[in-house]
């Protein structure tokens, strides 16, 4: 049988050394008396002596940071030094189905004996993940205080808080050994996780500023280094967020099909209408209406994926597909829109499952190809990115139709990370066809950085 290379990583990452220099600083101390100029770090020293609640005192003290400090940077320097562990999907569903296994006390029994059952496999889920995270963590640091103009920008720099704060509170998290010490990590990273949902919608601030900045004056290319920041940055995000999303939906009741945040009978056709409901009610709010999704090919195939992604990247493909299609072919005799048209392919030794979403919106200019790929790039009314960027309360549920200028890199990062891909064939005058190629997370040599 496959040993997972991740699962001996879960097992040599049992014990967490602490860092030499953290060990120099007082961790926990009684309080101290107040006034003296604190650093980031170093104001713990001030903090009570019970284990957890210097982490949510922490957590209110976000703030921006144009430079790192300095004893921060020393701890981030030191991480960068680390390289990040890549993980195998298979490892993370093995450690799911272990705990599922043992758990069939689960449906008879009481959570209680759940929990001792999977306890074992979620404190070595903790202890990986309070070792690897502060390595992430500590090169998006570095990439986000070095990024040639967009450091600049007051959203980055509440960015780079952000990732500041866990980073520390990670570095400084004790001994998971025990179960409810493996509880408490949970609820602590459950905020992280939380506190980190809205940086998506920071970064397209971020770029926003810039583009402000530079009032649309400076050409793509000069930005090629943003970009491909950018890029890093997406894609690491969502490493995080799948590990530490796998780890904290192992700790949930099973739903059925499900180990973690994988469903092991993902549905495309299914999301392909969850989707396709979610951008008629967009495209209706924008547009007052919206062509129809018609699905074809292989309706019954479900496979092992998560679907909340490829729920993202559908509907950012019909969003975009719907709005092409509105806007070239809306007129006031009423007539009907032509269809969106959605295909799934896969055939049993198919190397990947092929979903392609298909619109006669008139296409994109070859001169716009490669922008499209750009978190920078958007031809909708600028106002929309104003009313939406601009208001730092906004609920994304509220998200526009189109205009962030992200939707179609982010799509792709996710796919690509899944070892998969997203690709646009377009005729400029007739429509454009865009491709996700989904890599079975089932393959037990994958691996996901
Ligand atoms: N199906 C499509 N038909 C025509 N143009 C498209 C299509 N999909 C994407 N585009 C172009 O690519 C740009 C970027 O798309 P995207 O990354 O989804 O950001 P947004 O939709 O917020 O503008 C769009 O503004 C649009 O100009
Ligand atoms: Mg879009």
């Not at 001792?116 to 070792?131: E, H, P, R, T, Y």
């Not at 990439?143 to 040639?148: E, G, R």
């Not at 809205?198 to 943003?226: K, P």
Request: charged share 25%.
């Amino acid at each position: 049988m496959i040993r997972s290379i991740a699962a001996n990583r879960l097992r040599i990452c049992g014990g967490r050394k602490s860092s030499p220099i953290l060990a120099k600083l007082p961790v926990r101390q009684q309080p101290q008396s107040v006034g003296a100029e604190r650093s980031y770090v170093t104001g713990y020293q001030y903090r009570s002596a019970n284990k957890y609640s210097s982490v949510a005192a922490l957590d209110d003290e976000v703030r921006s940071y144009d430079t790192i400090p300095e004893d921060v940077m020393e701890l981030v320097e030191e991480y960068c030094q680390k390289k990040q562990t890549p993980v195998s999907m298979h490892a993370l569903v093995k450690a799911g189905r272990h705990s599922a296994d043992n758990d069939n006390l689960m449906r008879n029994g009481s959570l209680n004996q759940y929990s001792s059952a999977s306890g074992k496999v979620l404190i070595q889920a903790a202890n990986f993940l309070c070792d690897e995270l502060p390595v992430r963590l500590a090169h998006r640091i570095n990439d986000l205080d070095k990024v040639p103009f967009m450091r600049d920008m007051p959203s980055v720099q509440l960015v780079k808080g952000i990732y500041i704060n866990s980073f520390v509170d990670l570095v400084r998290y004790g001994s998971i050994a025990t179960n409810e010490d493996e509880a408490a990590f949970a609820h602590f990273l459950n905020k992280k996780y939380e506190k980190h949902a809205n940086v998506l919608i920071q970064m397209a601030r971020g770029a926003y500023e810039l583009r402000q900045q530079q009032n649309d004056q400076v050409e793509f290319s000069q930005l090629q280094d943003c970009h491909e920041f950018l890029d890093r940055f997406y894609m690491s995000r969502i490493g995080i967020r799948v590990l530490a999303g796998q780890y904290l939906a192992l700790r949930q009741t099973p739903l059925p099909d499900y180990i973690g945040m994988i469903c092991l009978r993902t549905s495309p056709y299914e999301l392909v209408r969850q989707a396709a409901r979610d951008a008629t009610k967009m495209c209706q709010r924008k547009y007052g209406e919206a062509p129809e999704v018609q699905i074809n090919g292989r309706t019954d195939l479900t496979f092992p994926y998560i679907p909340t992604y490829l729920h993202y990247i559908l509907l950012e493909l019909l969003k975009n597909a719907m709005r092409a299609t509105v806007e070239r072919h809306s007129d006031a005799t009423g007539r009907a829109l032509p269809p969106v048209q959605v295909i799934v392919a896969d055939e049993h030794d198919n190397e990947d499952v092929v979903i392609k979403v298909a619109d006669v919106g008139g296409g994109i200019p070859r001169s716009n190809l490669k922008k499209v790929w750009s978190y920078l790039f958007t031809t909708a009314d600028p106002k929309i990115q104003e009313d939406f960027i601009g208001d730092r309360d906004h609920d994304a549920q509220n998200s526009p139709l189109a205009g962030l200028g992200f939707g179609l890199p982010i799509s792709r990062s996710y796919a690509r990370y899944f070892n998969g891909e997203l690709t646009i064939m377009s005729m400029e005058g007739w429509g454009t066809d865009a491709y996700v190629h989904l890599a079975r997370l089932e393959d037990p040599d994958q691996e996901f950085s």
